[in-house]
């Protein structure tokens, strides 16, 4: 049952709300409306949502999707293709039904089933539970969607370079309406069960500057070296992981539905989902910005014991080494900011000082050292017997407070150390220590 009164008068607020919603009267819900008189569906079951991007229909048994333009109806067809493909998975009992693709009157329409439950928004009771479950469901789809690569330079493009791209197009201060992608903003975090708010877009224009691009150039470099020729892992990612985007039953808090797939990607970084899971929680209690929160605690390792608890664990399960922590959350703000915002709402001041934040207290430094690897390969001979020479150099390491919490804890903990030693993995990691505070 729901544990305390405040999470009752919460849950009541949000259905009410929900159900009050005033009728939609501008020119896309009179094409959504169009479209409910054409499937046949009763209009007073039907509730139409215009967010910035997309219409949605939505009633008791199937959510309907009208983009707006050819990016975002790109969008729509990646979320259709995805939910086609995840019917193979074993998350396939969470996951929308495709339906339908169709067209009238030259509004493109794709249907899908609804899912019981409700994402929220709110910082109820149990939102650790609620956070730890979604963790365990991803790291368990990630495990079984993972494949193994070499990061040779198209794989690295193609992984990685892609952000860096995006990000230097637009140091010619050229702006626009839309973003490098051609998606329209969106400025409140909601899920396709929402209400979407007024959105008034700003533009990602002036202000960027040689500098930036070279900074940007060096955390690209620098990461290029650590992972250039190393095996890696690559996953099935959602691409927008938040709590919201995770349907529960309010009775016992079981997960019954994962939606909106239309950021995801088939051949993806891993723990980029992780990262949005446990800073979009940070916003749903904190209502700091993710920005913020990535900028103040996790570009640090300042992370709370529950957050490497969660990381600890996906790490351990796909066989991943810590080291990759601090690359790939580099990579989830530029996937951020490129992808899932498009360069559209966000402050032009604050990614420039972010950038010099990663390019100054991890960056350059990286770029001195090379990499051995940064992949565990379990029970991989090749990965065995590193001899004196290495174990010295990973004596002399400074050990990060979040290699050291993550290290800890009995056999397994001891384990994964001395695997690290045997993968000749020697890096000076001194910008990771940092005093944390009591969560």
């Given at each position: 049952m729901i544990s305390t009164i405040k999470d009752r008068i919460l849950l009541a607020k949000e259905s009410l709300k929900a159900k009050l919603h005033p009728r939609d009267t501008s020119e896309q819900a009179q094409k959504a409306y169009a479209i409910v008189n054409h499937l046949g569906l009763n209009s007073r079951n039907c509730r139409v949502i215009t967010k910035p991007g997309t219409t949605l229909i939505i009633t008791d048994t199937m959510v309907v999707r009208l983009p707006h333009g050819d990016a975002n109806e790109s969008r729509c067809r990646t979320n259709k293709d995805m939910l086609i493909k995840?019917?193979?998975?074993?998350?396939?009992?969470?996951?929308?039904?495709?339906?339908?693709?169709?067209?009238?009157?030259?509004?493109?329409y794709f249907s899908e089933s609804k899912l019981p439950g409700v994402g929220l928004d709110i910082p109820i009771s149990k939102m650790n539970d609620m956070v730890s479950k979604a963790a365990d469901l991803i790291t368990n789809f990630h495990k079984e969607t993972a494949r193994e690569i070499i990061i040779d330079e198209s794989n690295f493009d193609?992984?990685?370079?892609?952000?860096?791209?995006?990000?230097?197009?637009?140091?010619?201060?050229?702006?626009?309406?839309?973003?490098?992608?051609?998606?329209?903003?969106?400025?409140?975090?909601?899920?396709?069960?929402?209400?979407?708010?007024?959105?008034?877009?700003?533009?990602?224009?002036?202000?960027?500057t040689p500098e930036f691009t070279e900074k940007l150039s060096i955390i690209e470099q620098s990461i290029k070296q650590q992972l250039l020729n190393k095996p890696f892992t690559t996953v099935?990612?959602?691409?927008?992981?938040?709590?919201?985007?995770?349907?529960?039953?309010?009775?016992?808090?079981?997960?019954?539905?994962?939606?909106d797939w239309d950021l995801s990607e088939e051949a993806a970084l891993p723990l980029?989902?992780?990262?949005?899971?446990?800073?979009?929680?940070?916003?749903?209690?904190?209502?700091?910005?993710?920005?913020?929160?990535?900028?103040?605690?996790?570009?640090?390792?300042?992370?709370?014991?529950?957050?490497?608890?969660?990381?600890?664990?996906?790490?351990?399960?796909?066989?991943?080494?810590?080291?990759?922590?601090?690359?790939?959350l580099i990579m989830f703000y530029l996937h951020h900011i490129t992808v899932r915002y498009g360069l559209d709402n966000i402050d032009i001041k604050d990614v420039c000082r972010v950038v010099d934040l990663i390019a100054t207290q991890y960056a350059i430094r990286h770029a001195r050292y090379a990499i051995p690897s940064c992949h565990?390969?379990?029970?991989?001979?090749?990965?065995?017997?590193?001899g004196e020479a290495a174990d010295e150099a990973i004596s002399k390491v400074v050990i990060p407070p979040v290699r050291r919490s993550?290290?800890?804890?009995?056999?397994?903990?001891?384990?994964r150390?001395?695997?690290?030693?045997?993968?000749?993995?020697?890096?000076?990691?001194?910008?990771?220590a940092t005093t944390k505070d009591p969560q």
């Open positions: 995840l019917a193979n998975t074993t998350i396939a009992p969470l996951v929308p039904l495709f339906l339908e693709e169709g067209e009238y009157k030259g509004q493109v193609n992984l990685f370079g892609k952000y860096f791209t995006v990000l230097k197009k637009n140091t010619s201060g050229v702006a626009s309406d839309e973003n490098t992608y051609g998606v329209a903003p969106k400025v409140k975090e909601e899920n396709t069960y929402g209400v979407a708010p007024k959105v008034t877009p700003r533009r990602w224009n002036h202000g960027l099935w990612t959602h691409g927008d992981y938040k709590i919201e985007n995770i349907l529960f039953n309010t009775r016992n808090w079981q997960i019954t539905g994962l939606i980029l989902d992780i990262f949005y899971l446990l800073m979009y929680k940070q916003y749903t209690l904190t209502q700091k910005s993710v920005a913020n929160v990535f900028e103040e605690r996790f570009l640090k390792m300042d992370l709370y014991p529950g957050e490497e608890k969660i990381i600890n664990g996906y790490l351990s399960e796909l066989g991943l080494f810590e080291e990759l922590i601090k690359p790939l565990c390969e379990r029970n991989s001979p090749s990965l065995r017997g590193s993550l290290g800890e804890g009995g056999s397994e903990g001891e384990a150390v001395e695997e690290s030693k045997n993968t000749q993995y020697a890096i000076h990691n001194t910008q990771y």
